[in-house]
């Protein structure tokens, strides 16, 4: 017969839940203005956009526009020469009404933290054709984190037609939790949701911002432009999901030209917009 030491410790550990030991991550979304062959090909702003992507665990990067997909590439892999973590990439196709302009969204996300799950872009093939650039969706995996899967919706806003986009994002997350069951969402990216673009009046249009069910945690009061001529809430965040707006914190837009002390003319040549980064616990 066992100890009665031995007994007592197994009727204890049998009826004790023992904490599971989580790890944060941080993730952002980056407008990364025009982003091309021309951008890639000077030195001091690849410098500074790799160490900024390796501030995070995933980074939505938007505006790319190079037609054959190499400056993308070369940017993963100055990422990861420069990080000691290794980086992949899911990519969009290319997005846009005009045959001449189009864009692709891409996540870069860290392997030993993320991994992907699926990938779709939004079917916006109707008899209306509702989103500029359709928004592109990927269930990440996460289980350093406690809501072990997430969903992170990427739009970049068309600016004339931001009121009607940010709305129908409320579509496109139904449509999310409808093909994966999974509620935990942070739809992200640049927005264009404020100043001119979206006013006091016209948010009352805007489900995504009306609805309970919806977290905005980049306040409008924040700057997320690089020049000192403009004080706008661009990019943002938005969270639905009970566990993942539970389990998240420090929303803000990372003000890269004071962490580096660069002056307003390099710090435009690196992006005019700041990325916006979030923990998830």
Not at 235 to 253: C, N, Y
Request: hydrophobic share 35%; charged share 25%.
């Amino acid at each position: 017969m066992a100890p009665l030491s031995t007994i007592l410790f197994c009727v204890l550990a049998a009826s004790f839940s023992w904490p599971h030991t989580t790890s944060a991550i941080k993730i952002s979304a980056f407008n990364i203005q025009t982003f091309g062959a021309s951008k890639m090909g000077k030195p001091e702003v690849v410098n500074y956009l790799k160490q900024i992507i390796s501030f995070y665990d995933m980074v939505l990067i938007q505006e790319i526009r190079n037609k054959d997909g190499t400056a993308i590439e070369q940017l993963l892999d100055e990422v990861n020469s420069y990080s000691p973590d290794h980086y992949e990439m899911v990519i969009s196709s290319r997005l846009g009404r005009s045959s001449s302009y189009k864009e692709q969204y891409a996540y870069f996300y860290k392997t030993n933290v993320l991994s992907v799950v699926d990938e779709f872009e939004y079917p916006d093939n109707g008899v209306i054709d509702e989103f500029e650039r359709e928004p592109y969706v990927v269930l990440f995996s996460a289980p350093s984190t406690s809501v072990k899967e997430f969903a992170a919706v990427a739009l970049h806003a068309k600016p004339d037609e931001a009121v009607s986009e940010i709305d129908l994002l409320a579509d496109v997350y139904d449509y999310t939790l409808t093909k994966w069951n999974n509620p935990n969402v942070a739809l992200m990216g640049d927005f264009n949701a404020d100043c001119s673009y979206v006013n006091g009046d016209e948010w009352s249009q805007i489900r995504l911002r009306t609805e309970d069910r919806f977290d905005w945690v980049i306040p409008d009061t924040d700057d997320t432009t690089v020049s000192g001529n403009t004080h706008c809430a661009y990019d943002r965040f938005v969270l639905a999901g009970t566990e993942l707006q539970q389990t998240s914190s420090g929303a803000k837009p990372f003000k890269f030209d004071a962490y580096f002390g660069l002056e307003t003319s390099d710090a435009d040549d690196v992006s005019d917009h700041y990325p916006v980064e979030l923990e998830i616990n």
